[in-house]
């Protein structure tokens, strides 16, 4: 602890040196062209924000009057992430006087407290997202401005395009340094004076599109949420570029024609992308936009995409988690989901993921990222990837994925998959089978616990002998979306699922397993707090080499004709709670 306190007190004291000598630079006078803002964020948060209600880590705080920088807020990581100015999008939203006087009076405050290196707005992605939001934001912050406001203005932008200019390189790979270097690119090109900067940050993102983004359109986290984030930082360069009269270096383009694919193939049938390993549904009206900006036309990718398959027919989509979680750095936010599946009916997600708590507080984080978060087999409480003593939460034991194949048939597509997430601990390894009909209208899914080597047999017939022969507990999860109502009908042997849009499917058993409606949560950022929901739970005991449970989820009635199921749900109502 004492090492990273002197770390961070040593970063500090550079960033206000790299800061002193950007200030010594000359500022620029003004715009080499208008900027365009290319971010929206929610009307609602802004007008949260206007009456001083803050969110944070699960909570309001209810500071009106307060600037933003002097509020107390409850995970200190909000208080860090501020200072990227984000939630400059959600006042631009809401557009009037009152929020544009809010966003100049905050932002003139953070100028005279931290404009000059202090505070901890200064890693280089944060920097890199402060200038996009600065020059998006321009008509907002300088809208009735004196010219001794504009002046400031100009002096505060152009040193800290001057300071990333020098600090970029302490951004981490992947996201992070997306995000700098595109803040270099967009500032650098939109500010009188400062185009010498975007040479070397555009070569320096040329050379990370192509290490960071593999050959299939994916990036190591594996998590689809982020991956929209960083294509839609390189389409606003190849913008700023464009607009600027030049073309993004070709490293840069083919990037994009990778990501676009991968992208589409990760998103449901309502729009929103698969919500796994710390990722969310995306910004409403983001992935869209950004592939109709790139201009990327190509169809989504066949067979698997970033680990991921999908299964598609009709208006439904099933997206699986088909391969092991990220390791190393790139897994410190992973999920031990591998195995689990989403479905989505139109515009209606049916069986989810509990999702990512990061944003409800280190608790909710830590159970979101479990197993039986997901909507797979779980065996006696053992996630199928397991976290170690590594403080920064990186999976110490991973779920190996041996066998995969995704199965074209006559009547539908299909996906066989098998990991090893519990050889170590049980001798066993789940195999899951599911397959799609080609209409949409009937999922049929196979969850085996199997031991296969000759040592995994042993290892189970030890516990089994341990425990008297009384077989090793297991249970198949799907978490419901919490706009779907579920309940137990045919005596219990299956769970009518109610849609908002008139849908009703009905899931069954093949009768192995004990049938039960439990209670379950359903996380979301743009909430206060988690949802209430419920999970439909398959219990049964393995007690052979070989067990599995059969089941099916089909739609036994339409959306009616008359029913136009246009909105998904009412963004205010996500902001309340």
Same mark, same amino acid.
């Given at each position: 602890?004492?090492?990273?306190?002197?770390?961070?007190?040593?970063?500090?004291?550079?960033?206000?040196?790299?800061?002193?000598?950007?200030?010594?630079?000359?500022?620029a006078?003004?715009?080499?062209?208008?900027?365009?803002?290319?971010t929206?964020?929610?009307?609602?948060?802004?007008?949260?924000?206007?009456?001083?209600?803050?969110?944070?880590?699960?909570?309001?705080?209810?500071?009106?009057?307060?600037?933003?920088?002097?509020?107390?807020?409850?995970?200190?990581?909000?208080?860090v992430?501020?200072?990227?100015?984000?939630?400059?999008?959600?006042?631009?939203?809401?557009?009037?006087?009152?929020?544009?006087?809010?966003?100049?009076?905050?932002?003139?405050?953070?100028v005279?407290?931290?404009?000059?290196?202090?505070?901890?707005?200064?890693?280089?992605?944060?920097?890199?997202?402060?200038?996009?939001?600065?020059?998006?934001?321009?008509?907002?912050?300088?809208?009735?401005?004196?010219?001794?406001?504009?002046a400031?203005?100009?002096?505060?932008?152009?040193?800290?395009?001057?300071?990333?200019?020098?600090?970029?390189?302490?951004?981490?790979?992947?996201?992070?340094?997306?995000?700098?270097?595109?803040?270099?690119?967009?500032?650098?090109?939109?500010?009188?004076?400062?185009?010498g900067?975007?040479?070397?940050?555009?070569?320096?993102?040329?050379?990370?599109?192509?290490?960071?983004?593999?050959?299939?359109?994916?990036?190591?986290?594996?998590?689809?949420?982020?991956?929209?984030?960083?294509?839609?930082?390189?389409?606003?360069?190849?913008?700023?570029?464009?607009?600027?009269?030049?073309?993004?270096?070709?490293?840069?383009?083919?990037?994009?024609?990778?990501?676009?694919?991968?992208?589409?193939?990760?998103?449901?049938?309502?729009?929103?992308?698969?919500?796994?390993?710390?990722?969310?549904?995306?910004?409403?009206?983001?992935?869209?936009?950004?592939?109709?900006?790139?201009?990327?036309?190509?169809?989504?990718?066949?067979?698997?995409?970033?680990?991921?398959?999908?299964?598609?027919?009709?208006?439904?989509t099933?997206?699986?988690?088909?391969?092991?979680?990220?390791g190393?750095?790139?897994?410190?936010r992973?999920?031990?989901?591998?195995?689990?599946?989403?479905?989505?009916?139109?515009?209606?997600?049916?069986?989810?993921?509990?999702? +990512?708590g !990061?944003?409800?507080?280190? #608790?909710?984080?830590l159970?979101?990222r479990?197993? %039986?978060?997901?909507? =797979? &087999? *779980?065996?006696?409480?053992?996630?199928?990837?397991?976290?170690?003593?590594?403080?920064?939460?990186?999976?110490?034991?991973?779920?190996?994925?041996?066998?995969?194949?995704?199965?074209?048939?006559?009547?539908g597509?299909?996906?066989?998959?098998?990991?090893?997430?519990?050889?170590?601990?049980?001798?066993?390894?789940?195999?899951?089978?599911?397959?799609?009909?080609?209409?949409?209208?009937?999922?049929?899914?196979?969850?085996?616990?199997?031991?296969?080597?000759?040592?995994?047999?042993?290892?189970?017939?030890?516990?089994?002998?341990?425990?008297?022969l009384?077989?090793?507990?297991?249970?198949?999860?799907f978490?419901?979306?919490?706009?779907?109502?579920?309940?137990?009908?045919?005596?219990?042997?299956?769970? +009518?699922? !109610?849609?908002?849009?008139? #849908?009703?499917?009905?899931?069954?058993?093949?009768? %192995?397993?004990?049938? =039960? &409606? *439990?209670?379950?949560?359903?996380?979301?950022?743009?909430?206060?707090?988690?949802?209430?929901?419920?999970q439909?739970?398959?219990?049964?005991?393995?007690?052979?080499?070989?067990?599995?449970?059969?089941?099916?989820?089909?739609?036994?009635?339409?959306?009616?004709?008359?029913?136009?199921?246009?909105?998904?749900?009412?963004?205010?109502?996500?902001?309340?709670?």
């Open positions: 602890m004492a090492g990273r306190e002197e770390q961070r007190r040593s970063g500090g004291v550079r960033d206000r040196y790299a800061m002193w000598r950007a200030l010594k630079a000359p500022a006078k003004g715009f080499a062209s208008q900027p365009e803002p290319r929206i964020g929610l009307y609602a948060r802004g007008k949260q924000l206007l009456a001083g209600n803050f969110v944070s880590g699960g909570l309001v705080v209810e500071r009106p009057g307060v600037a933003i920088w002097d509020v107390p807020f409850a995970d200190p990581a909000t208080g992430e501020v200072h990227g100015f984000a939630w400059l999008d959600d006042l631009a939203a809401v557009g009037d006087s009152a929020a544009r006087k809010r966003a100049q009076a905050w932002t003139t405050a953070w005279a407290r931290f404009g000059l290196g202090r505070g901890p707005g200064w890693t280089a992605d944060l920097t890199g997202r402060r200038l996009i939001r600065w020059i998006n934001h321009a008509l907002m912050l300088l809208q009735g401005a004196d010219a001794a406001q504009s400031a203005y100009f002096k505060a932008l152009s040193a800290q395009t001057a300071f990333l200019a020098r600090r970029w390189q302490k951004a981490v790979p992947g996201l992070p340094r997306f995000e700098a270097l595109t803040g270099v690119i967009v500032a650098g090109l939109a500010l009188e004076g400062m185009q900067h975007v040479g070397p940050a555009l070569a320096a993102l040329a050379r990370d599109c192509e290490g960071e983004i593999d050959i299939e359109g994916g990036i190591p986290t594996r998590n689809p949420e982020e991956l929209l984030e960083v294509f839609t930082l390189l389409t606003w360069a190849a913008q700023a570029l464009a607009e600027a009269g030049h073309m993004a270096p070709p490293e840069h383009l083919a990037a994009m024609e990778r990501i676009a694919p991968t992208l589409r193939a990760l998103r449901h049938a309502d729009g929103g992308l698969a919500r796994f390993h710390g990722g969310g549904r995306g910004a409403e009206g983001r992935l869209d936009s950004a592939l109709a900006s790139a201009g990327v036309k190509h169809m989504p990718n066949a067979g698997l995409a970033m680990g991921f398959a999908r299964l598609s027919g009709g208006r439904t099933v997206i699986v988690d088909a391969a092991s979680p990220p190393g750095a790139a897994g410190r992973a999920h031990a989901s591998t195995n689990a599946f989403e479905l989505t009916s139109g515009r209606r997600p049916v069986v989810v993921s509990c999702g +990512s !990061a944003v409800f507080g280190p #608790e909710w984080r159970a979101g479990a197993t %039986a978060s997901h909507s =797979t &087999l *779980e065996v006696e409480g053992y996630s199928s990837s397991r976290l170690g003593a590594d403080p920064d939460g990186r999976m110490e034991e991973r779920a190996e994925v041996p066998t995969l194949r995704v199965l074209p048939g006559e009547n597509a299909g996906v066989h998959v098998a990991h090893s997430g519990w050889a170590k601990t049980h001798g066993l390894s789940h195999v899951r089978d599911l397959m799609l009909t080609h209409d949409g209208r009937h999922l049929t899914g196979v969850d085996k616990l199997t031991a296969i080597t000759t040592a995994e047999k042993r290892r189970f017939e030890k516990l089994m002998i341990d425990g008297r009384k077989g090793v507990n297991f249970t198949v999860r978490h419901i979306h919490p706009d779907a109502e579920a309940r137990l009908d045919l005596g219990g042997t299956a769970v +009518s699922l !109610a849609l908002r849009s008139g #849908e009703i499917w009905v899931f069954r058993q093949d009768g %192995a397993a004990a049938m =039960t &409606l *439990e209670p379950s949560i359903y996380l979301e950022k743009a909430r206060l707090r988690p949802r209430q929901t419920v439909i739970v398959l219990a049964q005991r393995a007690l052979d080499f070989e067990t599995q449970v059969g089941w099916t989820l089909a739609k036994a009635q339409d959306t009616p004709l008359a029913i136009r199921d246009l909105d998904r749900e009412d963004v205010s109502e996500q902001i309340k709670g």
